[in-house]
């Protein structure tokens, strides 16, 4: 198989331009990257998520740059040809545009990631526009916004009546007025991600948006029974890699405390005239 061509923003927004859908998917860690990048996938975003799947925390709130540094440069060096973006945690970019522009470089500048995602919308718009002028491509994130779950009310739909629906529409504006590459949407009605989607010139990924979307995100950990927690209602599972996974420590288990494991097989020999040479020297 040939290599594949490096994603950049101006693919992402050809592909747009032109109907073809976008795949998205998180990652974080360098094995990861690698099978999201030979499965061909678009985006590659390194999600504070991973304060929940791979951290155990109930929320995304805890999460540190230094959580997520270590994270982007696995990934960075696993995905070679996916555009690849950094998750900019709780209060590294909300308190000032210096905070911003300082925390999205960090991602550039020690991880290598391709750009950043951030939530928020006319709130956060002068931080777009600040990292984007500094020449740091830009993701937004609007609905369901896990950094403000509080203040939304939980992990619920987001932008369900008309009103709401339209401060979600002048929040995308806001943001691709900034110069946003793309927008996220997060546990928004179908149809009303499908209007943002055609009225908008930037492309609009779902997560949890409908098939309107120009691009689907999944986490990856949702997708193969990894995070025993719960599983979203957006979500599908592509294969149960954590039945798997779980079946196999427990045959494990039991071959050990059997005395089943291990076999011959999986030993190392010593010649037999070294060995008896080595049961006399311990006599």
């Given at each position: 198989m040939?290599?594949?061509?490096?994603?950049?923003?101006?693919?992402?927004?050809?592909?747009?331009?032109?109907g073809e859908k976008?795949t998205?998917?998180?990652?974080y860690d360098?094995?990861?990257?690698?099978f999201?990048?030979?499965?061909?996938?678009?985006?590659v975003l390194?999600?504070?998520?991973?304060?929940?799947?791979l951290?155990?925390?109930?929320?995304t709130?805890p999460v540190?740059?230094e959580?997520?540094?270590?994270?982007?440069r696995?990934?960075v060096?696993?995905?070679?040809?996916?555009?690849?973006?950094?998750?900019?945690?709780?209060?590294?970019y909300?308190?000032?545009?210096?905070?911003?522009?300082?925390?999205?470089g960090?991602f550039?500048?020690?991880a290598?990631?391709?750009?950043i995602?951030?939530e928020g919308g006319?709130?956060?718009a002068?931080?777009v526009?600040a990292i984007v002028?500094?020449?740091?491509?830009?993701?937004?994130?609007?609905g369901l916004t896990p950094?403000?779950m509080?203040?939304l009310?939980?992990?619920?739909?987001?932008a369900?009546?008309?009103?709401?629906?339209?401060?979600?529409y002048?929040?995308?504006?806001?943001?691709?007025?900034a110069?946003?590459?793309s927008?996220?949407?997060?546990?928004?009605?179908?149809?009303?991600?499908?209007?943002?989607?055609?009225?908008c010139e930037?492309p609009?990924?779902s997560?949890?948006?409908?098939?309107?979307?120009?691009g689907q995100?999944l986490i990856?950990?949702?997708c193969?029974?990894?995070?025993?927690?719960f599983?979203?209602k957006?979500?599908k599972v592509?294969?149960n890699?954590?039945?798997v996974?779980l079946n196999g420590?427990?045959?494990?288990v039991?071959e050990?405390?059997?005395?089943?494991?291990p076999?011959?097989?999986h030993s190392?020999s010593i010649p037999?005239?070294?060995?008896?040479q080595?049961?006399e020297m311990?006599k």
């Amino acid at each position: 198989m040939s290599e594949r061509t490096k994603v950049t923003v101006q693919r992402l927004q050809e592909m747009k331009q032109k109907g073809e859908k976008i795949t998205m998917i998180t990652a974080y860690d360098y094995p990861t990257g690698v099978f999201v990048d030979q499965a061909g996938m678009d985006i590659v975003l390194v999600g504070d998520s991973l304060g929940m799947t791979l951290l155990g925390w109930n929320t995304t709130l805890p999460v540190t740059m230094e959580d997520m540094i270590p994270h982007a440069r696995a990934v960075v060096r696993g995905c070679k040809s996916g555009f690849v973006l950094g998750d900019m945690p709780y209060m590294t970019y909300q308190p000032s545009i210096a905070d911003a522009v300082r925390n999205a470089g960090r991602f550039m500048a020690e991880a290598a990631t391709d750009g950043i995602k951030l939530e928020g919308g006319i709130a956060v718009a002068d931080r777009v526009e600040a990292i984007v002028k500094s020449g740091i491509p830009v993701m937004g994130h609007l609905g369901l916004t896990p950094q403000s779950m509080s203040a939304l009310g939980g992990f619920k739909a987001q932008a369900r009546g008309a009103a709401t629906a339209k401060r979600l529409y002048d929040d995308c504006m806001a943001l691709q007025d900034a110069g946003a590459f793309s927008i996220l949407l997060e546990c928004v009605p179908a149809r009303v991600a499908g209007v943002i989607a055609r009225k908008c010139e930037i492309p609009i990924i779902s997560i949890g948006a409908g098939v309107e979307c120009d691009g689907q995100l999944l986490i990856f950990h949702d997708c193969f029974g990894l995070y025993p927690n719960f599983t979203p209602k957006f979500a599908k599972v592509y294969g149960n890699a954590g039945e798997v996974i779980l079946n196999g420590l427990r045959t494990y288990v039991d071959e050990v405390q059997r005395g089943a494991f291990p076999e011959p097989k999986h030993s190392f020999s010593i010649p037999e005239d070294e060995f008896r040479q080595f049961e006399e020297m311990v006599k």
